[in-house]
């Protein structure tokens, strides 16, 4: 990677931001004299208790913190944060009543609704009153198949409010897909749409949403939302429609106090290898974290707008919602990004005012390939940064970013998952952006990269681990009683360190470098390669739209195969392959360059955007997939099967 900074932030920007005034409050209480964020960063890992009792204090956060900040430190998992804490999620999202814009809807079809913090209030509270009554309290599971619309938050609200569980889906889930996420929790109460928006149609969910019903005998009421205004609704006498289930006269929230470490949210793995894990996340280690990420990582306040593309089927919803808690105004869309056309989103961005414009690293590949270009057709006057994730992020697109979308703004490729329900690596508005790295580690989190055998490394590829723990690691997974699926999922690989499953790099700038998933990497002639560093290069090739990578054994070795989605009308012929090949060998190794080039007409995906390696490649060897249910598109698994060309 190069060495020179894409952005630097302005002396103005250091000064003022969050980040810079939490430092130089450690320096003041502490009496260091830490200079710059990297010395914070090592501060808080050092002095771990004394920095996750500071970010209680300095967010303000309401409830009791309790004496000790961890029991059983160093026990990965069995650490407890904050055990003598009592505290509600809601009340710490809802601490603002006032007419501040707290919820912007936005849908591909040119729906527009507002929510001002009072009536976001006032809207919980009379949800909160209609689950009260129908028998639900603290520890009961309330799921939700919704579109990321203003109901949705304002059903997460009153479900935490009153100490209960939440756990959510998007509405273009199958029928299966649904069954075995919420099927294992057993939810009292389903929430969902008569339908959805997608590249302008309007889809009925009722046969949908009465199958599931049918087959969850948990549920005891159904809650339809009239998102898209369907003739033909769900009926039934536990079926009730929003207006109605509500009680409009109750104004008052009876917030109920919980444990830091009490279950806040279910929500589940990708499902590609088996029925998806129901990872349990904490109520105050949700909290402290997100606080931290949006307040001191992307220095959010009351004066900021926060978009992020996302569904309410991936945890970057989760995310999102948490802006409330530092009072932001939050832009929530649903739909197509490129209904009605491809611009639609950048329009959204300057007529909300959006500052922070958080997406995944395949729209803006998308973008660029579609040749948009806001920088010429986009005032973006408002726009101080620009957060991605979901897959790598490659350094191309951050050219892309600064060329032609705004050339002033901090560009912060983020990377974590569900499991933490927040970032290991992130941005940080005071440190300089760097191609193809993410700016930092989270503050707080012991991260590093090891080799092979244990050992830290920098400059060297390794797994990405986490050496010691912290508040928003899960509280367990749903009915694994002796946490046995939890330790084999994170602690296997090194004995009490959390593996994160990730190839990764730390970098000269203390950046992070990302390779890819770990598991998907690699090892033609036991040399280690993640997958992103092939696709960065393949996508360069304008023909190419997308690609998937995966390694066949073949011949006592493994040789790497390629399969590339191109535009329309173009047929992968020999000076193609030899195209692609050069670019990748140029650009890279020729440990690098696919044995085998191969076309197809789509690449596989999990319902929340993630490419499949592992699928693919069990196609490939003729092995099972098995939950295909967990794909958005299962039937793009037959372009992978039996070639001729892989045998």
Same mark, same amino acid.
């Given at each position: 990677?190069? &060495? ?21 409050? %450690?320096?003041?209480? $502490? ?21 996750? &009792? ?17 029991? +059983?430190?160093? $026990? ?21 009543? +006032? ?61 935490? &409010? ?9 509405? =273009? ?39 599931? /019903? ?39 929230? +009876? ?10 949210? /279910? ?104 040749? %948009?270009?806001? $920088? ?53 508005? /005071?440190?300089? %952006? ?26 060297? $590829? ?79 090739? =304008? ?6 990578? /995966? ?97």
């Amino acid at each position: 990677m190069t &060495s020179e900074a894409l952005w630097q932030p302005s002396a103005e920007t250091i000064a003022n931001a969050r980040m810079t005034d939490f430092l130089q409050q %450690v320096n003041t209480e $502490k009496g260091v004299a830490l200079a710059n964020y990297h010395d914070l960063y090592q501060w808080s890992v050092d002095n771990d208790e004394s920095f996750w &009792s500071m970010v209680w204090d300095y967010f303000d956060v309401i409830g009791e913190k309790g004496k000790t900040v961890v029991a +059983d430190k160093e $026990k990965m998992p069995g650490a407890k944060w904050f055990p003598d804490a009592r505290l509600n999620f809601a009340e710490n999202l809802l601490r603002h009543k +006032d007419d501040h814009i707290a919820l912007i809807f936005r849908g591909e079809n040119g729906a527009r609704q507002q929510l001002t913090y009072a009536e976001l209030n006032h809207e919980v509270a009379a949800f909160a009153a209609g689950l009260r009554q129908r028998g639900i309290e603290a520890g009961d599971r309330v799921a939700a198949m919704m579109p990321n619309c203003i109901e949705t938050i304002i059903g997460m609200l009153a479900t935490t &409010s009153i100490g209960a569980i939440w756990s959510s889906c998007s509405p =273009d889930f199958g029928v299966q897909g649904v069954l075995d996420r919420f099927g294992q929790i057993e939810p009292k109460i389903l929430i969902t749409v008569d339908g959805y928006f997608y590249n302008g149609k309007n889809l009925n969910i009722k046969n949908k949403t009465a199958d599931i /019903i049918k087959q969850i005998p948990s549920i005891e009421a159904t809650v339809v939302v009239n998102f898209s205004e369907q003739k033909d609704c769900l009926q039934g006498d536990k079926v009730f429609a929003w207006n109605d289930f509500g009680d409009a006269e109750q104004t008052h929230i +009876d917030f109920v106090p919980r444990n830091f470490n009490d279950p806040l949210y /279910i929500m589940f793995s990708s499902g590609t290898t088996g029925v998806p894990k129901c990872i349990v996340h904490g109520t105050g280690g949700t909290l402290l974290q997100h606080l931290k990420e949006h307040g001191l990582h992307t220095d959010l306040d009351r004066d900021d707008n926060l978009f992020y593309f996302t569904t309410c089927g991936w945890m970057m919803w989760n995310w999102l919602v948490s802006g409330l808690a530092v009072g932001a105004t939050l832009t929530l869309f649903d739909g197509s990004p490129f209904a009605p056309k491809p611009e639609f989103l950048w329009d959204v961005a300057d007529q909300e005012g959006i500052t922070v414009f958080g997406t995944s690293a395949k729209y803006l590949a998308a973008l660029e390939k579609a040749d %948009v270009k806001p $920088k010429q057709s986009h005032k973006l006057d408002k726009l101080r940064s620009i957060l991605t994730t979901g897959s790598v992020l490659p350094p191309e697109s951050f050219d892309y970013v600064y060329r032609d979308i705004k050339k002033d703004l901090c560009l912060s490729s983020i990377s974590g998952g569900t499991d933490i329900v927040s970032c290991f690596a992130l941005g940080c508005s /005071i440190l300089p %952006v760097y191609r193809g790295e993410l700016q930092c580690r989270g503050l707080g989190l012991a991260v590093n990269v090891y080799d092979d055998n244990g050992q830290p490394v920098r400059g060297e $590829k390794g797994e990405l681990v986490c050496e010691s723990s912290f508040p928003c690691m899960p509280v367990g997974f749903w009915g694994d009683d002796n946490n046995e699926r939890y330790h084999n999922a994170y602690f296997t690989r090194f004995e009490n360190t959390w593996a994160h499953g990730d190839f990764a790099e730390l970098t000269e700038h203390e950046g992070v470098i990302i390779y890819g998933r770990s598991d998907a990497v690699l090892n033609p002639g036991g040399v280690r390669i993640g997958t992103a560093e092939i696709y960065r290069q393949v996508e360069k090739v =304008d023909e190419v739209l997308e690609s998937i990578a /995966i390694g066949q054994q073949y011949q006592d070795d493994e040789r790497v195969v390629l399969f590339v989605k191109l535009r329309d009308s173009i047929q992968l012929n020999d000076e193609l392959r030899q195209t692609i090949a050069k670019t990748i060998r140029a650009n890279a190794t020729p440990r690098h360059v696919p044995a085998v080039i191969l076309q197809v007409d789509d690449i596989p995906r999990t319902i929340s955007g993630k490419i499949v390696e592992l699928a693919v490649r069990n196609v490939v060897h003729g092995e099972p997939v098995k939950n295909t249910d967990a794909l958005a598109n299962p039937e793009t698994l037959d372009y992978f099967r039996d070639r001729e060309e892989l045998r």
